[in-house]
């Protein structure tokens, strides 16, 4: 019986191990999850037939390193020349983002021209858009916000399809990879030619 508790107590300490070091670290994660999902294809609990401190810890380090994904139709990221709002637009949504501790977001009506970016160092967010032309209606438009700390370890940067898609492709354990798509789908008076572009579109992603 002793040696069983001791055995117990052992297998319990290298889960705690397990999530304080392997869970927390960005570097060897998908592996940590690989390893920890072959650990659990046979059995419910990390260790004996019952919850344990081992459960608990490794369950809250995986808690932290779920992505939180939004999305917000923003109904535009332009700003106003004559407003005397000191702030970009961008900088307050980074607030709001932040308050909700939103990782990624997607938006829609972001109405900004062509493709590009802006970092807001304070607000913690990247925002990528794709949009129409400089010379077209500032109408449509959609993006991405990502916090500044996920960019560096993100597998590629946003793709922009059209004003109205853009995707990211995040990489997932066992190198598998999942599409997040911002879109922004035409209304039902919108023209059937605009529909079909942008299912056509959607369907090609």
Known sequence: ??????????????????????LCAQKGLALALGDLEKALSLRTFLVGHALTLADLCVWAALK???LR????NVRTLTDNQ??????????????????????IAGLSETR???EGQLKEEK?????FWKGKLANEPRIHGVGFAIKNCLINHLHELPVGISERLMTIRLMLASSQMATVISAYAPTLDAQ?????AFYADLKSI
């Open 1 to 22: 019986m002793l040696c069983c508790l001791l055995v117990c107590d052992l297998q319990v300490d290298h889960w705690l191990e397990f999530s304080s070091r392997r």
């Open 64 to 66: 932290e390193k779920h």
């Open 69 to 72: 994904i939004g999305a917000w």
């Open 82 to 103: 004559a407003s005397d709002r000191p702030e970009r637009r961008t900088a307050i949504i980074s607030r709001e983002l932040r308050k909700f501790q939103i990782d």
């Open 112 to 114: 900004l021209a062509d």
């Open 123 to 127: 607000g913690g967010y990247t925002f």
């Open 192 to 196: 059937d030619e605009v529909k079909e």
